[in-house]
C-alpha cells in the first residue's frame, strides 16, 4: 500500500471513528436522565397569602388562603366538597352549623363563637378566627370544618399546600424498589419535581389517562403530582383510606307503631267546644292538628289562635296536640323572614314557646308559600327548629307537596335526616286554580307520591296525607272550569239529587260522575270509602309511619272502620 493509500485508510477511519464518538454521546445523551430540578415554588405557583388545595389526588381550581398562621377554605368549597350543613348569612355575616342538639354561630372577625340547645346562647371562646369576609368572598378556618366534617388534612410549606382527604374507600399504591425521581413530565428530559428513596409510597393519580409508556402518574404524601418509571417501582396494590370522624346521629322521636293523624282547620280560640263531637265518631286515631299559627310579618313573630282547654279536651280524648304554622299571609315574603338569622331564630323561638306554653306535643310545619330561592334557607330553619325541639321532646313534622321537579329545592331528604315525621300531602293533583278538571288525588298520583318520597325519606319518617274532600267541577261552553270542594257527605248527595250513578274508574281508583245541567257540564271523582281504600292499600304495602289526612269533620264515619283495619 502506497503512502498515499495509508494516508486515505486513516482519514477514513478517523472520520468514522468521529462519527461513532458523535453518535455515541448523542445516544449516551439521550439515554442519560436529566439532572435538572424543577423548584416546587415553580412548579406550584401561589403567592405568599394563598394555599394550594388538593383534593384527595387532584389539584383544585380554587385557592385556599392563609392568614395569621391558619388555612382558610372559601364557603362554597366547604359545602359542596366537605359539608353542605354550613350556613353563611350573606345579610347578617353570620355562620352558623347546626349539629343534631347543637347551633353554632360565629360572627364574621371574631375569636368566639354561641351555642344554643334551646332558646338560651353561651359563648365559647376560639383560638383564632373561625371566618374572615373580603367584600362577598367568605372564608372558614379549615380547623373549624375538620372538627364537624368528615375530612382531615395535612399542611405543607414551600410552597404552601394542603392535601384533603375526604372519599374514603380502596385506592391503588405503589412503593420505589430504586433510588429514583418524580418528574414533571413522563419524560427522563423531563425536570426533577424531587427524589424518592428506596420505600417511598405513592398513590396513583389520573388513572382515567392514557397510560405513557414506561411511566406512572403518582402523588407523594406530601402532595406532590409527577411521572415515576416503572421499572423502579412495585406492582400497584390496593390501600384502603379510612376515617374515623363519627358522623353526628340525628335521633326522632317517631312511634315504633303506625300513626294516624287528622288535621283540623279552625278559625277562632273556640274550636275546643266542638271538639269532642268532631273526635267523638273517629277510630284509631293518634294526633289531632289544629291550623292554629301563621307567620305575622318578616321580622318571624307569629299569630296564634291556640287554647289551654283544647289541649286539654284532646289530651282527655287521648289524642296528642301538634300545632300547625302556616305562611298564607300573601303579603309576607318567606325570603325575607327565612334569609336573616335573627328572623329565623324569632320565629323558632315564638314556636317552641308556644310549644312549652300550651303543652303541646309537637309543632308541625305548613310551608307551602316557599319562593324557589328560599329553598337553602327554609332547610336552614328546619335544621335550627329541630334542635330546639330535639331538646324540648316535641315532635317536628314538615308538610310537604308530592315530589316534583319544581319543588325540589324543599330537599325532602334533608328533612328526612333533621325532622321526625316527612308529611307528604297525596292530594290536589287537580286544584281549584287547575285549567282542567281532574282527580283529587287518582291512585296512580298517590303511588308516585309514595314511590318518589321513599326514594329519598326513610319510611320509619314517611307519613302520607289523604283527602277527605272531593271536588265538583263545572265547565262551561265557552271552555270556563271552576270548582268547589266538598266534604263525603255532601259530594254524595249532589249525585244523589241529581240522579246520577257513579261508575267505577280503575284508572283513577275512584268512582267517576258526570251530568249535564243549565247548560254546563259537571264532573265528579269521588272520594269515599272505596277510593280511600284503594290508597290505604298502597301505604299499607309501603310500610310507611302512618297516614293523615285533610281535614277533620269532612269525612263519612265508616272511614275509620276502612283506616283502622290498615292501620293496625
Given at each position: ?57 387532584r ?37 352558623t ?9 360565629v ?49 405543607h ?14 385506592y ?38 392514557a ?18 418509571r ?13 376515617s ?33 263531637a ?29 287554647s ?63 319562593p ?99 271536588r ?50 259537571y ?46
Amino acid at each position: 500500500m502506497d503512502k498515499r493509500s495509508k494516508i486515505a485508510v486513516i482519514g477514513t477511519t478517523s472520520v468514522i471513528l468521529i462519527i461513532l464518538i458523535i453518535v455515541g454521546i448523542a445516544i449516551t445523551k439521550k439515554l442519560t436522565p436529566s439532572d435538572e430540578v424543577m423548584l416546587l415554588t415553580d412548579y406550584y405557583q401561589v403567592e405568599d397569602s394563598e394555599v394550594l388545595i388538593i383534593l384527595q389526588d387532584r389539584i383544585y381550581e380554587k385557592k385556599g388562603m392563609l392568614l395569621d398562621g391558619k388555612v382558610y377554605l372559601d364557603y362554597e368549597t366547604v359545602i359542596q366538597e366537605f359539608n353542605h350543613r354550613f350556613y353563611w348569612d350573606y345579610n347578617e355575616n353570620v355562620l352558623t352549623y347546626t349539629t343534631p342538639n347543637e347551633i353554632l354561630q360565629v360572627e364574621a372577625g371574631k375569636n368566639q363563637y354561641s351555642v344554643t340547645k334551646s332558646m338560651i346562647k353561651t359563648k365559647t371562646d376560639s383560638e383564632y378566627q373561625i371566618v374572615k369576609v373580603f367584600a362577598d368572598q367568605v372564608y372558614i378556618a379549615i380547623d373549624f370544618v375538620e372538627k364537624y366534617s368528615d375530612m382531615n388534612y395535612k399542611y405543607h410549606i414551600n410552597p404552601n399546600r394542603v392535601i384533603i382527604n375526604y372519599k374514603w374507600g380502596d385506592y391503588l399504591f405503589t412503593e420505589v424498589t430504586k433510588k429514583t425521581q418524580l418528574r414533571q413530565d413522563a419524560n427522563i428530559k423531563s425536570p426533577i419535581l424531587t427524589d424518592l428513596p428506596i420505600g417511598t409510597s405513592l398513590m396513583y393519580v389520573a388513572m382515567e389517562e392514557a397510560p405513557k409508556k414506561g411511566f406512572s402518574k403518582v402523588m407523594t404524601q406530601e402532595g406532590v403530582i409527577g411521572y415515576v418509571r416503572n421499572k423502579h417501582i412495585k406492582e400497584s396494590f390496593y390501600k384502603t383510606l379510612t376515617s374515623d370522624f363519627i358522623e353526628p346521629r340525628y335521633t326522632t322521636q317517631t312511634r315504633s307503631e303506625k300513626i294516624n293523624i287528622i288535621f283540623h282547620q279552625v278559625f277562632n280560640e273556640d274550636a275546643a267546644d266542638n271538639l269532642e263531637a268532631l273526635i267523638k265518631p273517629t277510630k284509631g286515631l293518634d294526633v289531632v292538628v289544629p291550623t292554629w299559627f301563621s307567620v305575622n310579618d318578616v321580622s318571624g313573630t307569629i299569630s296564634s289562635i291556640a287554647s289551654e282547654e283544647y289541649v286539654q279536651k284532646a289530651k282527655d280524648l287521648g289524642l296528642e296536640v301538634w300545632g300547625l304554622i302556616d305562611d298564607f299571609n300573601p303579603e309576607i315574603d318567606m325570603f325575607e323572614v327565612l334569609s336573616y338569622t335573627s328572623r329565623r331564630e324569632t320565629l323558632s323561638n315564638a314556636l317552641i314557646e308556644a310549644a312549652l306554653k300550651y303543652k303541646l306535643n309537637g309543632i308541625n310545619i305548613d310551608f307551602e308559600k316557599i319562593p324557589s330561592n328560599a329553598g337553602t334557607h327554609f332547610i336552614q330553619f328546619l335544621r335550627e327548629l329541630s334542635v330546639k325541639c330535639r331538646n324540648n321532646g316535641i315532635v317536628l313534622s314538615v308538610d310537604n307537596y308530592v315530589p316534583a321537579p319544581y319543588t325540589a329545592y324543599y330537599n325532602r331528604e334533608e328533612q328526612g335526616e333533621i325532622v321526625d315525621y316527612v308529611i307528604i300531602m297525596a292530594y290536589d293533583e287537580y286544584y281549584a286554580g287547575s285549567e282542567v278538571a281532574g282527580p283529587v288525588a287518582s291512585i296512580g298520583f298517590v303511588k308516585d307520591a309514595v314511590s318518589n318520597t321513599l326514594a329519598m325519606v326513610p319510611k320509619e319518617k314517611t307519613i302520607i296525607a289523604i283527602p277527605f274532600y272531593t271536588r265538583l267541577w263545572k265547565e262551561t261552553p265557552d271552555g270556563e272550569v271552576s270548582s268547589e270542594s266538598f266534604s263525603m257527605t255532601p259530594a254524595e248527595n249532589i249525585l244523589k239529587d241529581n240522579g246520577i250513578e257513579p261508575e267505577w274508574d280503575e284508572t283513577y281508583g275512584s268512582y267517576y260522575a258526570e251530568y249535564e245541567k243549565d247548560g254546563a257540564t259537571y264532573r265528579m271523582w269521588q272520594e269515599e270509602e272505596k277510593s280511600i281504600e284503594e290508597k290505604l292499600k298502597v301505604i299499607y304495602e309501603a310500610d310507611v309511619a302512618g297516614i293523615a289526612a285533610w281535614k277533620l269533620g269532612l269525612e263519612k264515619e265508616n272511614i275509620w272502620n276502612v283506616i283502622t283495619r290498615y292501620l293496625q
